[in-house]
Nanobody, 124 residues
Framework: QVRLEESGGGLVQAGDSLRLSCAAS????????MGWFRQAPGKEREFVAA????????YYADSVKGRFTISRDNAKNTLYLQTNSLKPEDTAVYYC?????????????????WGQGTQVTVSS
């Protein structure tokens, strides 16, 4: 099983940018499809973006499309989420997740390994 640790969150103003990182250790990182999810207070965890093992395919939630970019560096065992033009509604704990088999699902149950999360707070 892969172990995941997020970093890069913080308190920013609307319109600012943040780059979130997720460092992986354990099993072969390059074998996993990776995803980012987020969870705001009182809300369910929701899909943000995913990237296949080799990085050739990416998927985004409509709410972040055009503003967020998911990427990975398999040589560094690291996943990234570049977040631009942040809005107050982007405020949430952001989690990275990993799965060996991915079929395009946006459900958190499709991912078996999770990090502890990093807080992103966007003030208006």
């Amino acid at each position: 099983q892969v172990r995941l640790e997020e970093s890069g969150g913080g308190l920013v103003q609307a319109g600012d940018s943040l780059r979130l990182s997720c460092a992986a250790s354990g099993r072969t990182f390059s074998s996993y499809t990776m995803g980012w999810f987020r969870q705001a207070p009182g809300k369910e965890r929701e899909f943000v973006a995913a990237i296949t093992s080799g990085g050739s395919s990416t998927y985004y939630a409509d709410s972040v499309k055009g503003r967020f970019t998911i990427s990975r560096d398999n040589a560094k065992n690291t996943l990234y989420l570049q977040t631009n033009s942040l809005k107050p509604e982007d405020t949430a704990v952001y989690y990275c997740a990993a799965t060996i088999s991915y079929y395009g699902s946006t459900s958190p149950s499709s991912f078996g390994s999770w990090g502890q999360g990093t807080q992103v707070t966007v003030s208006s």
